[in-house]
């Protein structure tokens, strides 16, 4: 080790990070500056790794456990954390400054991402507000209960399992009714004074980081100036496909609840199997298109085949195996939480986790054996598949290419798990069933689009809610009439009952409380197909020359160059702008919505041809 390094070392261990720049013994002249601070970040990468496993474990020992203990332990070590990278962020922006001289393009690259500290650019007392606001609001969503239908028995339900099986499966419209108002009530409005205090804070944060808004600060992870206006530009393009697919759902449920329709064209939002009526594929049985052939729900089958959470697991690993992509290791095994434990609470929504030490990664999830879970089991071991790709970068760097990325990957490996195909080579499908032929396809590609498309305008609309109350264009008083003014517009979509700014309704989903990114979804949803079609190419299981190979019947399953590809990409995190990165998972170096466009052209044309029988305009007022 040379003296300069080893200098370092000890002033950093001694001092804390604190002004360790400042000696004159290691800032000799500018061409010792360049290589010290590759020393210097090379340390506090060492640093910030440990102490980001501390906190990690904390987090996942409340997440796992809701309890008071577990609570003061998370945020003391989220207060040490964000004590160690200001320290850190303070040193960067005094010592090196822009250093636009630098001729290392990797190092200049590590300094830029190092100087948008986020919420920990806060003085500690506004940091351990900010902290206590954000748990204490999620902590009241996790733990909310609502109140049986037309019972006095105690308040007992929670949102997983019991609302959730309640929206996905109940079709009395009263008890519905009924469910959605009393979670939206409970969870949402009882926040709302602590959301605005947690949108003070933000802001104050953001303007730390010279940024106007948090909104603002957020966007920088796209690193590109024209993000809102490409994502905007993304929906319209889509908006025409969710627009007949509205269409023909609005029509199917009149049918079954038409007291609860008008003549507005929009859709009451307890109708669609879901809380947020984010995506509809839990009513696909209530407007199937063709309902004497097959469908891709094999939840019964699973049960039948006595599947388990952990055979779930089991089946998605394989199929990351099988592609020649990395194992879970050992330790995910061992340390994941993969059902709700009965003798405690904890926060179900799924979630992948990488413990920054290269060793331990886990997923808590509360898993029911259904279709829909073994998706979404695909989606968490994605995130984790990533993590392992980028593991051998530093610190800084282990993160997807733009938040969209890391929401992709797992999405994009379920477009091939949930195909007929490939259910019936893992035996979830009976092999006389027909899987290639029109109808059948319409039905798939149907149940897709009601996950899928339904999802679109929700995944966008939730971050334009935000921007706006970011940005000051709302203030408190609009918060929940401006919630249901974007929900109106961009969902067609109304409440089932009257709705006030005494509520705070975007306060009852999670990500509201946890104050998570939310515009991740929607790149997700728009770049997973452009990797499933340059991967199914890579695969030779696609080709738009060859009707026998459609884009929405192809299986990467087994394929090591399909794999190859996916693994080249992913193992850069976030070394390189997300374009550069694309090209290598894409050959495009844009975000483009022809791939969703192509996938769905066989059910678009079909809607098309349907809404004009039935007369159905889409739209709605």
Not at 23 to 38: F, G, Q, T, V, Y
Request: glycine share 4%.
């Amino acid at each position: 080790m040379k003296m300069e390094t080893l200098q370092i070392s000890i002033f950093l261990l001694a001092c804390s990070l604190s002004a360790c720049w400042t000696l004159p013994s290691i800032r000799k002249n500018e061409n010792d500056l360049e290589s010290e601070a590759r020393d210097y970040l090379a340390e506090i990468d060492r640093l910030t790794s440990q102490k980001c496993y501390e906190s990690t474990v904390a987090e996942w020992d409340y997440a796992t456990d809701i309890n008071t203990q577990n609570e003061k332990a998370k945020l003391k070590m989220s207060l040490e954390l964000a004590k160690l990278t200001k320290e850190i962020w303070t040193n960067v922006t005094i010592t090196f400054k822009e250093r636009q001289d630098f001729k290392d393009p990797d190092l200049l690259r590590k300094l830029k991402k190092i100087r948008v500290l986020g919420s920990a650019a806060l003085p500690d007392d506004e940091y351990k507000k900010y902290a206590q606001l954000e748990t204490s609001m999620t902590k009241h969503y996790s733990t909310t209960k609502v109140c049986p239908f037309e019972t006095r028995e105690a308040c007992i339900y929670s949102l997983e399992p019991d609302l959730t099986k309640i929206m996905r499966e109940s079709r009395y419209e009263g008890a519905l009714r009924h469910f959605w108002t009393q979670w939206h009530d409970k969870s949402g409005g009882p926040i709302k004074k602590s959301y605005k205090q947690f949108i003070e804070i933000s802001n104050q944060a953001a303007k730390l980081n010279n940024f106007n808004d948090m909104g603002e600060l957020w966007l920088t992870a796209y690193e590109s100036e024209t993000i809102k206006d490409d994502v905007e530009q993304l929906w319209q393009t889509l908006k025409p496909l969710y627009q007949n697919i509205h269409a023909y759902v609005r029509a199917k449920l009149r049918n079954v609840y038409g007291d609860q329709f008008s003549d507005d064209g929009l859709i009451p939002a307890h109708l669609l199997g879901n809380m947020w009526a984010q995506s509809w594929e839990n009513i696909y049985s209530l407007m199937v298109p063709y309902p004497k052939k097959s469908s891709i729900d094999v939840t019964q089958e699973m049960i039948k085949q006595g599947y388990t959470p952990l055979k779930m697991f089991q089946v998605a690993d394989e199929f990351f195996t099988s592609m020649g992509l990395i194992p879970m290791p050992n330790e995910f095994w061992k340390q994941s939480l993969i059902e709700k434990p009965k003798n405690r609470e904890v926060v179900c929504h799924a979630s992948a986790w990488d413990f920054c030490n290269g060793k331990d990664f886990r997923i808590k999830q509360c898993t029911r054996v259904t279709t829909k879970d073994l998706v979404i089991v695909h989606h968490e071991m994605g995130h984790i598949q990533y993590q392992l790709q980028y593991k051998h970068q530093p610190y800084i760097y282990r993160e997807g290419a733009n938040p969209g990325f890391h929401e992709a990957v797992g999405d994009t490996i379920a477009l091939s798990v949930i195909t007929p195909k490939h259910l019936r080579k893992i035996g979830l499908l009976d092999k006389t069933v027909p899987i290639d032929d029109h109808e059948t396809s319409i039905n798939f590609l149907f149940a897709m689009a009601l996950e899928k498309i339904a999802f679109l305008p929700f995944s966008y609309l939730i971050d334009k809610y935000r921007w706006d109350i970011f940005d000051g264009t709302v203030d408190e008083s609009q918060y929940n009439t401006h919630w249901w003014k974007l929900r109106k517009e961009y969902q067609g979509i109304k409440p089932p009952s009257v709705r006030t700014e005494e509520h705070f309704d975007a306060g009852a989903k999670f990500h509201i409380p946890a104050n998570v990114e939310y515009l991740r979804y929607f790149v997700s949803t728009v770049i997973q197909f452009q990797f499933h079609r340059s991967l199914c190419t890579e695969a030779s299981q696609y080709s738009p020359e060859d009707p026998a190979k459609p884009l929405h019947n192809c299986d990467i399953y087994g394929s090591k160059v399909a794999g190859a590809k996916l693994a080249d990409g992913l193992s850069m995190g976030s070394s390189r702008k997300w374009p550069e990165i694309m090209k290598v998972m894409t050959g495009q170096e844009k975000m483009d919505a022809s791939a969703i466009r192509e996938y769905f052209k066989p059910l678009e044309d079909w809607l098309t041809s349907v809404n004009e029988k039935m007369r159905e305009t889409p739209g709605w007022n």
